[in-house]
């Protein structure tokens, strides 16, 4: 037998076992109505499915009993209430005429999700879009913090004009790409504040 038949013959040997040993998995969880939103928005909700292929997570992310026709953002936090700690924007949702929206996030949504920052760099964040009008100013020195994991999500207006459209309060927040967003409508606050769903996908 030539020596790239040998090859060929021991990696697909190995195959059954390397797909044993990382097997897909996949959890659902839902997301619930937030404290600020409950009045205005009662029915709204939403559900994930997190399939992991063993190197990637798909988040799959369904909302319902939202305005429509308005654009929602969606992060990943580090608790699922104000103040939220750490947050990493992850992408927006647009609902349909019915008040729908739907979106397929590909990343780390898993037991692995975490920010670290190993000092302050030498080079200042750069200042993209300032206050105002962004609610918060952006930071121009950096900062430095040891692993922190990131098991919740939450999703918020991403214009507060469209909150007060809906018969929502109107407050700022900086949970939208240029830092001024409407309120948070959607979170995973049915899960421990130290256990968001994200910690369930091993």
């Not at 697909?12 to 839902?30: D, G, H, M, S, V």
């Not at 619930?32 to 799959?60: M, R």
């Not at 939220?84 to 924007?89: N, V």
């Not at 692993?147 to 927040?173: M, R, S």
Request: aromatic share 10%; proline share 11%; glycine share 8%.
């Amino acid at each position: 037998m030539k020596p790239y038949v040998l090859v060929v013959a021991s990696i697909a040997a190995l195959a059954p076992i390397q797909a044993y040993a990382n097997p897909p998995q996949t959890i659902r969880f839902e997301l619930t109505v937030s404290a600020g939103a409950s009045k205005c928005l009662p029915n709204a909700h939403g559900k994930v499915i997190d399939h992991t292929f063993g190197n990637v997570e798909n988040l799959e992310v369904v909302i319902t009993g939202l305005p429509p026709f308005t654009d929602f953002v969606i992060f990943n936090i580090e608790v699922p209430n104000a103040p939220f700690g750490l947050a990493w924007y992850n992408g927006d949702i647009l609902t349909d005429a019915t008040g729908t929206g739907v979106t397929n996030l590909v990343g780390r949504f898993n037991i692995g999700t975490f920010i670290v920052s190993q000092g302050v760099p030498a080079s200042p964040p750069p200042n993209v879009f300032p206050k105002p009008p962004a609610v918060l100013p952006e930071a121009t020195v950096g900062v430095k913090t040891n692993p922190v994991q990131i098991y919740h999500l939450g999703v918020w207006f991403n214009d507060h004009n469209d909150a007060v459209k809906a018969g929502c309060p109107g407050t700022e927040t900086p949970f939208t790409s240029n830092h001024d967003a409407g309120i948070q409508v959607l979170n995973t606050a049915s899960f421990p504040d130290n256990a968001g769903p994200l910690f369930n996908l091993k």
